[in-house]
Structure formats: C-alpha cells, structure tokens
C-alpha cells in the first residue's frame, strides 16, 4: 500500500494502482472511470449518495472510514473480485457527464 499526494492529478498514479483506496468523492468516480477495483469510505455526508449508489451497483467497495484497510486487504486476496469490480465501474463511469449536463443545459436554453 502506497500514500499517493498529487497535486497536479491522480490520473497517472490511479492508471498504474491495482487497487484503489479514497474518499467517496471525485477521486472515487476517476478510479471508477480508470477500471481500477475501488475501496471508498464517506469523509462528509455529501458523499453518502453517490458511494451508496455505485456500491448498490457493484461499482466500488464502500466500508466505513475505520475499516476501509481490511475492506482492501480482503479485496486485494481475490483477483477475480478485483477484475469483475473493475469491469463493473468503468461501465458505470463512462466520462461523459460533463457533456451530457452541458447538451441539457444548452437544450433548456434554447426553449
């Protein structure tokens, strides 16, 4: 296990990591779009939603903050977990958000 600070992105470290411990927030959905195996824990209530619905979905692992290492140990001894849980959040995290909210936005504007 490695503590990763990288102010300019996570991009790289997160494309390269077998497997994945954050928050449940943004870092959560990038790992999700990169098909990396996901551990998340809620660090403020604002959270709850989203790590909730992608851990109903099969998506991510969501533990509580105190037991998010054993949740990745267990993770990390099942290769099969890791590569169907992979599989499972890049389908669900397509990157295209974005686009999709500006397209409706610009749509509602023009009415």
Known sequence: MEL???PSGLGAELRGASL?????GVTMLES??????T?????AENQRRQAEGAAAL???????????ADAAVVLAH????????????????????PTRVARHLLE???R
């Open 39 to 43: 551990v998340t824990f809620l660090t």
């Open 4 to 6: 990763v600070r990288a």
């Open 20 to 24: 994945v411990v954050t928050a449940a």
């Open 108 to 110: 509602r504007a023009r």
């Open 58 to 68: 099969g998506g991510v692992v969501l533990a509580d903050a105190g037991g998010a």
């Open 78 to 97: 099942d290769h099969d977990a890791r590569r169907a849980l992979a599989a499972l959040a890049a389908a669900l995290v397509d990157g295209k958000g």
């Open 32 to 37: 999700m779009r990169a098909g990396r195996p």
